[in-house]
C-alpha cells in the first residue's frame, strides 16, 4: 500500500503504492505508484506513477551501473513499463 517497500528476486514482480519503492532483482518487473520509485535488475523493466522515478540496472563490461529517469522528463510517461535499450529507456511493447 501507500509508503510501502516491495522486493522480488530474480525474474520476480514487485508492486508498491503511493511513494513506495518497489525492486525486483534481473529480468524482474517493479512497478510503483505516484512518487514511488521502481527499481528493476538487469534486463528489467521498472513502471512509475506521475511524479515517480525508474532505475534499471546495466552492465558496462567493467562493473554495473544504473539508468535513472524521471517521469515527465525526456518523453517518460506516467504508468507506461520501461526497459533500456544499450542507456536509454524504451517503452515496453
Same mark, same amino acid.
Given at each position: @500500500?501507500?509508503?510501502? /517497500? &516491495? %522486493? ?6 514487485? %508492486? &508498491? #503504492?503511493? !511513494?513506495?519503492? &518497489? ?7 517493479? /512497478?510503483?505508484?505516484? $512518487? #514511488?520509485? &521502481? %527499481?528493476?535488475?538487469? $534486463? ?7 511524479? #515517480?522515478?525508474? !532505475?534499471? +540496472? $546495466?552492465? =558496462? @563490461?567493467? !562493473?554495473? +551501473? ?7 522528463? =525526456? ?9 533500456? =535499450? ?8
Amino acid at each position: @500500500g501507500e509508503w510501502g /517497500t &516491495a %522486493t522480488a528476486g530474480y525474474a520476480g514482480t514487485a %508492486t &508498491a #503504492g503511493e !511513494r513506495g519503492i &518497489a525492486t525486483a532483482g534481473e529480468w524482474g518487473t517493479a /512497478t510503483a505508484g505516484e $512518487w #514511488g520509485i &521502481a %527499481t528493476a535488475g538487469e $534486463w528489467g523493466t521498472a513502471t512509475a506513477g506521475e511524479w #515517480g522515478e525508474i !532505475r534499471i +540496472r $546495466w552492465y =558496462d @563490461g567493467k !562493473r554495473y +551501473r544504473t539508468a535513472i529517469g524521471y517521469i515527465g522528463e =525526456d518523453g517518460l510517461l506516467a504508468c507506461k513499463a520501461y526497459t533500456l =535499450d544499450g542507456k536509454k529507456f524504451v517503452e515496453k511493447s
